[in-house]
């Protein structure tokens, strides 16, 4: 599995059969090339905010064999037996039953997506984080707003996680990492890669 952020929360992941593309937004650094979709290409989007969903995306459609997977809330423009449409606890195999995909809730919009591709099972969370806006939030406010957060990642306790992708979002100041401690703490996958923030473009993990 190579990983390669392509900016923000987008993330290219390449297996030896297929690629999965997440949150496809901006691509300053030229990593989704057309040599990308002579594989079997998975296309995720987590929801419908501007720094998350680029429709730009369904332009890849002519160069290969592309399934997209898009939270209902994506305003696609388009019907296609390619395009499913997911919410909060949906669960379904695709690519010939090669891969698996289930999805989960999100203190944003949209959803969160555990993925299970053969040995290899990813969580991209979306907007799902604790977004402790402590100059914006009344003390209850945060504290509600903490416990959904909790709420949700209990769901994922117990499973296996080899790579989780969870905001550190700098707007958050010193609260930035609190999302991530957590997740670590509870649900504990084997590496979490921090997203949503600037100057990550091309990194490669």
């Known amino acids: 599995m190579k990983?390669?952020?392509?900016?923000h929360s987008g993330f290219l992941i390449e297996f030896p059969e297929y690629n999965f593309i997440f949150d496809y937004y901006t691509d300053k650094k030229n990593i989704i090339t057309p040599e990308i979709f002579k594989k079997d290409t998975c296309v995720f989007v987590s929801h419908s905010h501007r720094d998350h969903y680029n429709k730009k995306i369904f332009d890849w459609d002519t160069l290969g064999?592309?399934?997209?997977?898009?939270?209902?809330g994506c305003d696609t423009g388009k019907v296609s037996?390619?395009?499913?449409?997911?919410?909060?606890?949906d669960n379904f195999n695709i690519l010939d039953d090669k891969i698996n995909v289930e999805t989960y809730g999100s203190?944003?919009?949209g959803?969160?997506?555990l993925v299970t591709a053969g040995e290899s099972v990813i969580f991209h969370s979306g907007d799902l984080n604790d977004w402790y806006w402590e100059d914006e939030s009344t003390p209850q406010e945060l504290a509600a707003d903490e416990e959904n957060y909790l709420n949700i990642i209990k769901k994922l306790a117990g499973k296996?996680?080899?790579t989780a992708f969870i905001p550190k979002d700098p707007r958050l100041n010193h609260n930035a990492g609190r999302g991530i401690k957590y997740f670590k703490e509870i649900v504990a996958p084997e590496r979490i890669i921090a997203m949503h923030?600037?100057?990550?473009?091309?990194?490669?993990?």
């Open 160 to 162: 296996r996680i080899d």
């Open 111 to 113: 959803v969160s997506f």
């Open 3 to 7: 990983i390669t952020c392509i900016g």
């Open 81 to 89: 037996p390619r395009i499913i449409k997911v919410r909060e606890g």
């Open 65 to 72: 064999n592309i399934i997209y997977i898009l939270d209902s």
């Open 107 to 109: 203190t944003d919009e």
């Open 197 to 205: 923030f600037p100057g990550n473009d091309g990194v490669k993990y």
